[in-house]
């Protein structure tokens, strides 16, 4: 399973393979050179406009180059039009060190991500349109349905609403961000951390797609929940494959959640 989620997009760009996988832990930040990161963050964010994960100006990325310094995407300008010009250079207190613009207006909920999960280099939040439409709906996407999902993300909890764009988000984050990698915002996004910028991207694609094809299971009939056993033959797979994101536990069939914060 691991293979089918990673090897794909090595395989399209193998050329900044070293700039993307591999990426250090907090204690060595030696690897990709700035240019690297702003460069790699524009072609993400080319990728994220493409694909429809966000619209016009919505959405920000940003990379965490050392111990109290990250890149991060401006404010107020279309991700499919973005340059490695634009890319700003903060510190962890989303003070502007260098950049003509202003930070993402969402730069603390980017900072909260990184100190309570100081291993990570990469956060991406995006606007999936699927996943978001879950939230709206009120239905959550923590069940046990598709394999790869469990194996990857277990439960993907929906963090209740707050203020884009405000300390809330930062807040709100905090306590479900330090359990799991990929999470959804009440009608607002979702948020995905990793060690480096493509794999953030692939958990954010995983994501939508898995969106997408529960919507078409829901417009189909009941929607079939794995069972206990065999999620547990699952994590067992995860295990052994070293499937390194942290995960909640989903939902399984019968409606029993075993989702816990």
Not at 166 to 194: F, Q
Not at 201 to 223: C, P, R
Request: hydrophobic letters at 35%; a negative charge; glycine letters at 8%.
């Amino acid at each position: 399973m691991e293979s089918i989620f990673f090897e794909g997009r090595k395989n399209h760009s193998q050329e900044r393979a070293q700039v993307r996988t591999g990426a250090p832990a907090s204690s060595d930040f030696s690897g990709a050179s700035e240019t690297d990161v702003r460069e790699e963050m524009t072609e993400i964010c080319g990728w994220m406009y493409s694909q429809g994960l966000v619209a016009a100006t919505d959405g920000n990325v940003s990379y965490r180059i050392d111990t109290d310094r990250l890149i991060i995407t401006p404010s107020g300008k279309p991700k499919g039009h973005l340059r490695p010009r634009d890319m700003l250079l903060c510190d962890l207190k989303g003070n502007l060190i260098e950049g003509s613009t202003k930070p993402s207006s969402e730069i603390q909920m980017h900072i909260t991500c990184y100190v309570a999960r100081p291993e990570m280099r990469a956060v991406i939040h995006a606007h999936p349109p699927t996943a978001v439409a879950f939230t709206i709906a009120g239905i959550p996407l923590d069940a046990c349905v598709i394999p790869e999902v469990v194996t990857t993300f277990g439960g993907i909890p929906t963090v209740p609403y707050t203020t884009p764009t405000t300390e809330e988000v930062g807040y709100g984050i905090r306590d479900y961000i330090s359990k799991c990698d990929v999470l959804m915002l009440d009608r607002h996004g979702s948020v995905c951390v990793a060690k480096s910028l493509n794999e953030a991207f692939l958990l954010l694609e995983k994501l939508e797609h898995a969106a997408h094809v529960m919507w078409i299971a829901y417009t189909l009939g009941n929607v079939q929940k794995l069972s206990p056993e065999e999620v547990a033959k699952l994590l067992r797979i995860r295990e052994k494959l070293g499937i390194g994101t942290r995960i909640l536990p989903c939902r399984t069939e019968g409606g029993e959640t075993t989702f816990r914060l």
